[in-house]
């Protein structure tokens, strides 16, 4: 079956270190992967999109990596501030601008 | 520029009633989508417009669910006969046609009660 998999449990770290969250996802061939930042009670807020030949992808404190192989993306927040406090959600392409939605992974920053 | 709004942000209802939830796409946004959110979940994708036309609604629940863009602008998501099930985060979305991007709104919180 299809899955996104996101690490479910918070990811508590300290302010000023690199917060790394990870998604995995099973039988899907998407052209590429987008991460969001959700906020309680708002809506999603577009972070950064990568592309299925692309490695790499970077956006001031941000980086994400796609690795079609391995069938991962990795999100890296550099120097992070308790500002960065929210939920981040990869969503994969399945074609047709349709949007599949991992769970989400809630990062909290303490100063 | 204005982002896309969504309206009302709440909406409490009682099982069995109708609602209507509406979305404005950011201006010149042809594509428009719809995607249910529960608590501790992603956001679920429920229907697609590109223009006045759905592209794809496979993400519908049931019959019960029924979306319009009457003017390829202004959409509005209908329930009919609400469940407590239905309780959920609403939000819609807007891209560019070709592009990839999509602009979330502020959500709808809908509680059936």
């Known amino acids: 079956s299809q899955k996104i998999e996101q690490n479910s449990e918070a990811l508590n770290i300290q302010e000023g270190k690199t917060a790394t969250l990870t998604c995995n996802y099973t039988n899907y061939s998407p052209a590429y992967l987008q991460w969001y930042r959700q906020d309680p009670g708002r809506g999603p807020v577009f972070l950064l999109l990568?592309?299925?030949?692309?490695k790499e992808k970077r956006k001031e404190r941000l980086k994400v990596t796609f690795d079609t192989t391995l069938k991962q993306s990795l999100f890296h927040i550099t120097a992070s501030q308790p500002a960065d406090s929210a939920t981040y959600l990869c969503?994969?392409?399945?074609?047709?601008?349709?949007?599949?939605f991992g769970t989400g992974t809630r990062l909290l920053v303490s100063p | 520029g204005a982002g896309v709004s969504q309206t009302p942000s709440n909406k409490v209802t009682e099982k069995g009633k109708y609602v209507e939830l509406r979305c404005d796409p950011i201006?010149?946004?042809?594509?428009l989508y719809w995607y249910r959110q529960s608590l501790g979940q992603g956001p679920e994708f429920l229907i697609y417009f590109q223009g006045t036309g759905a592209a794809d609604d496979s993400g519908l629940p049931n019959d019960r669910f029924f979306a319009v863009r009457p003017e390829g602008s202004v959409s509005t998501l209908k329930i009919q006969r609400t469940e407590r099930g239905d309780s959920a985060m609403y939000l819609c979305?807007?891209?560019?046609?070709?592009?990839?991007?999509?602009?979330f709104g502020p959500g709808t919180r809908l509680t059936v009660l």
């Open positions: 979305a807007s891209s560019l046609a070709s592009a990839d991007t999509q602009y």
């Open positions: 201006s010149g946004h042809t594509a």
């Open positions: 990568i592309r299925e030949n692309e």
């Open positions: 969503a994969l392409d399945v074609g047709f601008q349709k949007l599949v």
